[in-house]
């Protein structure tokens, strides 16, 4: 059975707007602003990996006794996300070559070279996987912007329903933050 969803982008134009003209764009005045804007915005870009599995481990598994699902779009799809956020194409380096890596590293890297610390995600992530997002949330690492917005996104995988994750990680990594970033960049020139 061949599903075809759509919605009318005109429901959503409002939401958009609203997030397009975030108050955190008119507050980044300095590159101390910028450099705490993107100290928390590296845990969204790490946030994003769980949203990318989830969908993934209920369209296309990945076990020792891998059997092909239904929907092969949807395993297209999102073994498709799954690569940009694993593997990404970052500024060249001094020589001019490409320099690949994650996502969330290549945010760490540029973090670096705007002078903040991207340490204290990265303790973030090792507590979280060696105990847990709880333990992590506890730790005080994270600033309470990104502890909200992480507990959001864990809300929709605690939910148990692939479609939601889906449909989060459709709308918000492949609309609303690319559009957001234009928006942001054009207010900035």
């Not at 073994?79 to 690949?100: C, F, H, R, T």
């Not at 973090?111 to 990265?122: E, Q, S, V």
Request: one cysteine or more.
């Amino acid at each position: 059975m061949d599903l075809a969803l759509t919605f009318d982008t005109a429901e959503l134009a409002p939401q958009r707007q609203r997030l397009d003209n975030r108050p955190v764009y008119a507050a980044l005045h300095s590159l101390a602003d910028l450099r705490c804007f993107m100290a928390h915005l590296v845990y969204a870009v790490r946030n994003f990996m769980p949203v990318v599995k989830y969908p993934q481990n209920a369209v296309a598994p990945t076990r020792y006794s891998w059997a092909p699902r239904h929907h092969p779009a949807a395993r297209d799809c999102i073994n498709q996300w799954m690569l940009e956020e694993k593997s990404d194409i970052g500024p060249p380096d001094a020589d001019g070559n490409a320099v690949y890596g994650r996502r969330f590293e290549l945010c760490c890297g540029a973090i670096r070279k705007i002078g903040a610390d991207p340490a204290p995600t990265l303790k973030f992530v090792e507590i979280a996987a060696a105990c847990g997002m709880p333990r992590a949330f506890a730790s005080g690492l994270a600033p309470l912007p990104p502890r909200r917005f992480m507990g959001h996104t864990l809300r929709f995988l605690d939910s148990g329903k692939p479609h939601i994750v889906a449909a989060a990680l459709a709308l918000g990594r492949g609309r609303i933050i690319p559009d957001g970033f234009r928006a942001f960049l054009q207010k900035m020139r």
